[in-house]
């Protein structure tokens, strides 16, 4: 009998990488395709082994061409940290507007189903709390943080195009802040600067006067509520994220506490256009997915932990990037 097949754009990142693991277990024929710029392939070694697995590497802002029939297609393929804004700007905007516009072409031959992994930032610094899928959005076109914001919007614009205009079946998940394994030590984010400071005995940065809220999920929990958002027949956003919003001083100081860190915290100017609240409301995928997360922060940053411990020990020069969220 033969495999579904699912293509993974940024299949070596993060997020991605997570994603493959689940697709195998579901058994699918997994084809993994990233160009390395933020991803790793220590993310996906453990899967070269598995004959179902296929990994490529190529810039999905360019031609791309798989042969055979897919099922699926889930576009995670971009920088998605506040460091790689800064850092790849241009290639951000690119692969949010090239890179969709190249996905969905594939997805609309294949006749597969598309899921694109969209943002929480798409609401920018939100003048409604929590945020609802109804919600519009304050976002900064200009700023800093704008190639992001502005290229997950357009992705989502054009995908709801080709969903209205070319019947492509569409999905999009809108993420809220979620850490786990496989973050990387400089991806600027809280949870991999806090966690690698922690464990380097380092005072931990928090930016502004820390006061600023996130609401952080476990990547296992992020996961299943995309493989259910996927199997659903709904086509507009839908948030997936943990609604137990905190500070971010709280959220530094949970993580000394779960690291047994003696480690002070220091402060730093607050940068453009930071998000002083962030929180999802998760009305809609309780209702349409059944789904909410599980995983308690103490018990995720356990986990979590252990994966940073071989990171921070095997690379001793690396100093971790300033959090932000």
Known sequence: MTKPRVLITGGAGFLGSHLAERFLREGYEVICMDNLITGDLANIEHLFGNKLFHFEHRDV????????????LLH???????????????????VGSLGTHKVLGLAREKRCRFLLASTSECYGDPLVHPQPE???????????????????RFAEAMTMAYHRFHGVDTRIVRIFNTYGPRMRLRDGRALPAFMSQALAGEPLTVFGDGSQTRSFCYVDDLVEGIWRLLGSGEHLPVNIGNPNEMTILQFAQAVLEATGSKSGIVFQPLPVDDPKVRQPDITKAKKLLGWEPKVRLAEGLERTMAYFQ???ASNPEAKPAAGRA
């Open 61 to 72: 802002t360019e031609y791309i061409h798989v042969p055979g029939s897919l099922d699926a």
């Open 310 to 312: 071989k990171r921070v």
């Open 76 to 94: 995670f393929a971009s920088p998605a940290s506040p460091i790689d804004y800064l850092e790849l700007p241009i290639q951000t905007l690119k």
């Open 134 to 152: 109804t919600y519009w959005g304050n976002v900064n076109p200009v700023g800093p943080r704008g190639v992001y914001d502005e290229a997950k």
